[in-house]
């Protein structure tokens, strides 16, 4: 599997970790919610398909960046800085290979 | 030069020869031979055994297919074991021997398992090593007592006990086009992107560039196939941005367009050029491959078809036309198809008889009348060989009639006596690599066989591998898959001439001949010694799905992973089942495509494979005769031992040292992040549980930080060296998880504070100075400033100068006594640490390791990684003080959870040794000390020592309860070791819990 | 001033090496550096930091991803988002950089004892840095001044192309030693010089 980084440019997965997943929400530092500390600390959902994922490119820039993977068969669909999560404009435009559609 | 040489065509090097041996014997042959052509051509017969039964092997193929001439190459002791002899270049000193045999190849003891084969069919050794179901041989013990035996009677090669001499390497490489394969397909694809400056890689698993064209005898561009291929590989190699790798096979494809490919850089030299690789572990990031990686020819299955002399007719075509060999004198060819043909036109132009073409259609095409008649020998339409005879050499065929409609021989039988038999099943594309990256395979009937998947990554296929039946096709083919590579369209353009016999390119539908009788061994897996009669007693078990038939048969699995066998053995199975090959399936393909060796994988990670982490003070230690210890990645000292001592005696003299005088230990290692930035103090109370803001600037301040969940990440002091300037560290050991963890947070959920985090760990070198000496040792050497206690009181920092090295001194203590660490440009440690040591010298200073830091630590009930395993949290630790409640940080709503502020958990206390033995990390506190059976556990010792200052032996633990069973007595349980024993359980605080003596 | 020590110690052993029979691929040596800083940038003031860094060095750094900037006796590199290094023969470079950036812009730190260079100069510099780093090292892919953050197993480092044919390589102080040796082992194919 490859990732394209936003600032390094596409690279062996070897060089990120895995940091969870993308969709949860951490509530605001003084809520006192269990509720709501307990979805982010622990309730996951597994799908297989489409799933946004954090990423650290810990070999490399060490950006964290949200990364839109299809489970079922790795391909990666966008990547961007999770900095920038709330604005997907500056989700990678960059066109991976892998989402080449082969030509033949 | 043996009469099977040939005067006049091959690629070998006829003017020099090359001497080598085999089982012993030797041999010459040369350059540009391979095992096979050079033992061929001096009439060798006999390769090896096969895998159960033993039986008498030859060649069957000329390439990376071989399931028979498999051979092992010694190199001094190291034993290279399953190379196939087809692939195997020779050298001069050459060693090789056969495999699979005892006492010999040509005497062999295990070949009576032949007569047995009833008993060694498929499933043999489910049904026979069950074991009875009670006794000292129940259940699966059977196998393993018998599994010595088998093991020896049945296998490949013998691998080597010995330290790898060879040396791999890996290459990481990027291209804009992979072609994979080299074959006019290759060639036309790679030529067609180059020139369009495209950056290509094209591999070729041969020595020699040019596939198909190598061998077929056919004129393209009006040159012979063979010139025009090495012209157009010259002219590749030429460019500048084209890389030919030759000795190279892609054996995976993966994701993100990542192929591993294995180049062959020294096998064929006698002496390894200096540093170069034995092999070299390509990995390959390509933005498109062309896979053009031909086809692979299929055996026919009929009784006999694995004796020497029976070989693929297109693998008796190559050994004549690119090796210069007959592999017979007199040659029968067996076909369905009309490929073989032109093997025996040019094995007849090469000089050898052809006494007869077995052809299962009754009709055939033009083309390769034409060609049969150039060949000679007897055309015998309709017909099959429905035997072999010979022993360790073929002797002649059994020629009988084909019944078109049940696929059986039968009716009169000829004998032609012949010394090899070029037979042909059709064609499979090898379609590996796709089937690695994409679907399952298409069948295709007119072919008999399956197709390339569609796509599931960016590759393009051409030539045999994606159907092409000739080598206009291919070369159209390829150059368009090379076209479209490079972002353009297929072109209509014309492509090099070739001048080919026109051939039927559709095989007949037929795998196996089954005769009247029944008799003889009718292979499917020549590697593994799986008959047709073994695949039919599968379904017969209820064995069919494709998957259930490879295991319980083993069909297709070992070195050659079934390159000839699949398809036959699915054709079986299927007409067993009464079904069609595609409602059959096939299995998918998985990495590698052919075997590569484990140290090619591991290239130069070879011994201790971590990096060595030093300290600025490491060659010092080593000088000073420290016994170093791993501490991570880092090398740390353990001990200072004066000669003769022990591990403990060289602690405890170090530890007192401190205690008594002065003592020096590196703490170079610990984790030392710069958090700077206007919002750096807010950060700081966010993710530390007590409050720093209100640190005044020149001061440290212990930490605790706690992860999400509320249990204890990492502790440390960070120091205020500014307003916005902060210098935190951390444990050596958790130095990664907690930057990684502080720069998620920013990243990910505060992006919006003005925070940045460097990893200055490394820019600072230091030494922690204690002991009740340690401020006049300072006083000697420090200039620029004064250490008393009103200039640098506890957790104080001031700037100075230690012999022209500026230095920063914080008043920090681990061990309890007055201590100091000194941090200095990592450049300048040696000098600094030097420097403290000489100061130190009429104090009796004395450098301490990891063993007394411990003890020191343990004795003040101070915790580290040892009780912050993960697993506790700030109350498990006494460190409830530091939990503020003023504000919110990270953990604190997750950290007062009902099973997190039991009080019953497992607590920080102190435990002494009552019977004055030492304590083992691990061992586990019992309240009972039966040892007969397991007793509740209570807790378990996370660190021990032996401690100066009490003069006993004493541990921390966590235990349940913890404070509340401070002076009870309790049992250490400790199985592995052997150690029992009544322990005291105490307060943590075993030396000076009022801080006296850091503080004065 | 106290003379830096060299962390590659035993390991540093000049002459030629390897594979001799023809000229060496690639010199290795350890630049050693005056001063390696590394700046920091909030977001928003990337432009000022970098005109400050301008000020200060004359180093004119594009605000573009892994580009640098190569001078003769010094460098500046972007590595990360929002982050450089300046690398400069002169000492003492830090204190200069940190007055002229003010923590209103971002923050600066002294590397110039933390972080190791190592040359890797010659022929097969592409070759013998394409066994150690997933990195597409080609000229078109990796002009002249750019540079790149990457790793080798535990080995962070990050390689600025300071020449047609040479690379510096950053990596930690503490690990230069071992890098070093491997980057000797993985050379010696090619022959190589120790300078």
Known sequence: MRISCPYCGQRDVVEFTYQGDATVERPDPASIDQNAWNAFVYDRANPAGRHRELWQHSGGCRAHLVVERDTVNHVIHSVAFAGEKQSPKTASKRKSPSRRKAAS | MSGRRIADRGRIDRNRTISFSFDGKRYSGH????????????????????FKYHRPRGVLTAGIDEPNALVTVLRGKKRDANIPATQLEIYDGLVAESQNRFPSLAFDVGAANQP?????????????????????????????????????????????????????????????????????????????????????????????????????????????????????????????????????????????????????????????????????????????????????????????????????????????????????????????????????????????????????????????????????????????????????????????????????????????????????????????????????????????????????????????????????????NGRNAGLKAAGGRASRAQVAKVEAPTLDPFPAPVFEIRTADGKGKALVDHQLDVTAEDVRLAHREGFLSVEHLKRYTTLGMATDQGKTSNVPGLAIMAEARGISIPETGTTRFRPPFAPVALGALAAERTGDVSPDRLTPMHDWHIERGAEMMPAGLWHRPRIYALPGETLEQAYVREAKTVRAGVGMVDVSTLGKIAVQGPDAA????????????????????????????????????????????????????????????????????????????????????????????????????????KVDNETLPFMGIVYGEFDGAPVMICRLSFSGELAYEVYCGAGHGTHVWEAL?????????????MEALGTLRIEKGHVTGAEIDGRVTARDLYLDWMLSKKKPFVGSAMMDREGLADEERIRLVGLIALDGQPLGGGAHIVEDNSRAEPNESIGHVTAFCYSPVLAKYIALALVRGGKARHGQRAFVADPLRNRYGPVEIVSHHFFDPEGSRMHG | MVERESPLGTAYKPGRHGNVADAAGVTLSETRPGSIVEIVAWPGTEKAALAAIKSVTGLALPDKPRAGVVKSGKAGLGFAPRRWLVIDDKEGLAAELKSAIGIETGAVNDLSHGRTVIRVAGPRAEWVLSKLFAVDFSVDAFPVSNGCSTSHHEIFAQIQRTGRNQFDVIVFRSFARAFFTTLCHAAEETGYDVA
């Not at chain 2, 040591?837 to 390791?849: D, K, S, V």
């Open chain 2, 31 to 50: 350059p540009g031979d391979t095992l096979a052509s050079a033992l061929l051509a001096q009439g060798v017969t006999l390769f090896g055994r096969s």
């Open chain 2, 116 to 476: 047995a084969g009833k008993v060694f069919s498929a499933g043999f050794y489910y049904k026979t090593f069950m074991g009875p179901v009670v006794g000292p041989l129940r259940g699966t013990r059977f196998w393993m007592f018998c599994e010595w035996f088998i093991r020896r009677a049945a296998g490949l090669g013998r691998a080597d006990h010995e330290p790898e001499t060879a040396r791999y390497q890996r290459m990481n490489a990027y291209c804009d086009m992979l072609v994979v394969g080299s074959g006019p397909a290759g060639l036309a694809a790679a030529r067609a992107a180059a020139e369009q400056g495209k950056r290509v890689i094209v591999t070729e698993l041969d020595p020699v560039a040019g596939g198909s064209a190598k061998w077929s005898g056919e004129t393209i561009a009006g040159k012979p196939a063979a010139e025009w291929a090495a012209g157009e590989a010259e002219a590749l190699a030429d460019m500048d941005n084209v890389r030919l790798l030759t000795r190279t096979h892609v054996w995976g494809y993966y994701d993100g367009n990542t192929l591993a490919a294995l180049e062959r850089v020294g096998d064929h030299q006698p002496v390894a050029t200096p540093g170069a690789p034995h092999q070299r572990h390509w990995v390959i990031r390509a933005d498109t491959v062309v896979l053009a990686t031909g086809a692979f020819e299929r055996p026919i299955v009929f009784p006999g078809n694995d004796r020497p002399g029976v070989m693929l007719a297109g693998a008796a075509q190559r050994y004549a036309a690119e090796f210069g060999v007959l592999p017979g004198k007199r040659i029968a060819i067996f076909t369905n198809n009309d490929t073989a043909y032109a093997a025996a036109a040019e094995l007849a132009s090469a000089g050898a008889t052809i006494a007869a073409i077995v052809d299962t259609r009754q009709v055939i095409s033009a083309g390769a009348r034409e060609l049969a008649e150039r060949a000679g020998g007897e055309l015998l339409l309709g017909q099959a060989v429905s035997a072999t005879s010979g022993g360790k050499e073929l002797s002649g065929i059994t020629v009988q009639q084909l019944d078109p409609v049940t696929g059986s021989a039968s009716g009169a039988k000829r004998s032609i006596s012949v010394d090899c038999l070029a037979m042909s099943g059709g064609w499979s594309p090898a379609i590996h690599l796709a089937s690695q990256a994409g679907a399952a395979p298409k069948w295709n009937d007119d072919l008999q066989a399956f197709l390339p998947p569609d796509p599931a990554q960016p590759w393009l296929g051409a030539g045999a591998f994606s159907g092409d039946t000739n080598t206009a096709d291919a070369l159209r």
């Open chain 2, 682 to 785: 807010e950060f700081l109370d966010r993710v530390y549980t007590n409050k720093f803001s209100t640190l005044p600037v020149g001061k440290a301040r212990y930490g605790l930080m706690l992860r999400e969940d509320g249990l204890v990440l990492d502790d440390g002091t960070t120091w205020r060296l500014g307003e916005t300037d902060f210098l935190m560290t951390t444990t050596t050991a958790a130095a990664g998880k907690v930057m990684q963890h502080l720069e998620c947070l920013l990243d990910v959920h505060w992006p919006g504070l003005k925070v940045a985090l460097t990893s200055v760990s490394d820019q600072w070198a230091g030494a922690a100075i204690s002991g009740p000496d340690s401020r006049r040792v300072l006083e000697r050497v420090v200039k620029g400033t």
């Open chain 2, 837 to 849: 040591m000489a100061a130190g010298e009429p104090f009796g200073i004395l450098p301490y390791g």
